[in-house]
């Protein structure tokens, strides 16, 4: 990564971006490539979090939040800055403090969001280093012909360069310069280090006509009007199918270990549904639920209190302050009351939920397998079959109108304080504020018409799998449909004729930028083209590492006659050079000081290599061994 100075870090939520991000801090900081790190959050809640973990890790170098350190004097004394966004923006305090050379290293949490529009401007005036984190980065690029877009709209394809966060940071669309996403979590050897969700997908009479394409038909002041599920709580209220909706959440949530209700996020359409909300649940079960939204005093405080099981209540109740960056490791249930239209919103959202976590009751241990992600507006559905993936990203427009959920923002006038006893004062309430609003109530009755339950495995939802991995396998599919050779050639397994078409029809292309380091690097497998074929057209299984590793140590050592003490040096050495970019390169130059490490050991070490027969033809073979070639080509490719 020679003269490289912009990265793309792309992590699943909860596989711990932020104490990376301390390590990388600390590397810097104690080789001396920086004096001063900015790290970049767009909420003072993540701030705040951020500061958790920094006060632990970076204690030494006296971390502070910029915000309130600008005030005090801590600011001079401080290697490690965290700011909010908009605390630099505010009457442009970035140029008037600082100058462009004051920070060397800029971290962008969440760069998803946070480098764009004035944001970029922030960002770019500080000459230094930039590091983006994000679970969830924005492909503007994708499924784009960009040869075509530069010829016929210079400046609809500037549009997208500006809002790609690939591109930002340097990295060809779809490929970050590190990767780790929910699925590497959940099959890690040495893990799973995320748990996956059961989904309850739960729909009511109202749910189930509202996702219809014509809506949900209902006569309103004696017209006929039609609503969608987003028209829900937003163009009409539904007392009675809110209520519904709760009753199923108590009755299906996944308990805690003690019995209790397992703590809870409800996402909800706006912040009066959020109120009215648990305004329901407090009704059905009192000091239940507590709502968390921008609107309420102290919300950050609120949140954190909730986290750390501070509270009594089990049930927190918001719309988009929740959504990201809370961590908050013993959550049961992800709780959809909104529908969703976005990836991104609802990769971030389910994120809430995957962390592990250990309940303690007594001297008993109980580990924390899955979430249930309690669905009542049919998002899972809706990304698993009828969202279309090959659709390019609709560029925002510069008012900084969002698109994707629409979740934000939405009507804002109060609701009345009080408890609802019964559902005839809720439907009052309502009545009372949707008069000054001219929002119609639904005063009819809602019930349960279907409820389905479905555990993800280990390869995710397909939302989950839509990145470079995704892509490609889709990619690919469409691609053997139109090109009969590759068919053919898969189906008697022509490795040389599967290696010539990728190479002069499939790989290179703009779109996506398909190679074989890139599928190496992606897979984390040393495996020649046609096996990424095999897989993605579902001829035969993707083969691990650990096999590849094996299969090269069995055919060699069938090769030379080995005896099983040099099989054994062998093993050893392939598994080696397939997971250490820096022992393959020494081994590959005829380095034996690879030999010293502690993995050869056991094997007796430097002393018993002489005893190896034919040891210079053995090395020679794994030098020349698809396993040395592929591992080079992703340790060219990640060094690139």
Known sequence: MDGRRKFLLEMATGTGKTLLCAALIRRFLQ?????????????????????????????????VIYKTARRTGELLGSSVVVATIQSLMTDRRYREEFTPFYFDLVINDEAHRSIYGDAREVVQFFQATRIGLTATPKAYLKNINIEQLTQESPKALEARQLRDTYHYFGCDPGDPTYRYDIIDAFQDPEGPFLCMPKIIDVRTDITTKALEEVGWTVTINEQDENYKIQDLERKIFTPHRNRVMCEVFFRECQKAPDGQVGKSIIFAVNQNHATALTKILNDMKPGTALTITSRIPEASDLAKEFRDGKRSERVAVSVDMLSTGYNCRDLLNVVLMRPVFSPTDYIQIKGRGTRRFTFVIGNTEYEKKWFFLLDFCGVAEYFEEKYDYSVPLVVPRASGARSGSGSAGGVRYPLPEGTYGNLADLKGEYQKEAANRS?????????????????????????DVMTFRGSFERDLKDFALTDPDLSQAVETEDDDVIETVMQERFYHKPEMFYSPDKLIVAYGVPAPTPAFVYSALGKKPLPTKEQVVSDTVDSIAARFNLRYSEQKWLNTTASLIADDPESLYRFLEGDFSIFGKSQ???LGGLEVLPKFSNREEVFEALRQSSLARHSSLAASAKTA
């Open 31 to 63: 080789t001396r490539n920086a004096e001063r790190v900015l790290f970049i959050v767009d909420r003072i809640e993540l701030a705040k979090q951020t500061m958790e973990d920094f006060n632990i890790v970076l204690g030494e170098y006296k971390p």
């Open 439 to 463: 929002i119609p109530v639904w005063e009819g009755t809602d019930r349960v018409v279907s409820q389905e339950v479905r555990i993800v495995g280990p390869n995710g939802e397909k939302v």
């Open 600 to 602: 050869f050991t056991t």
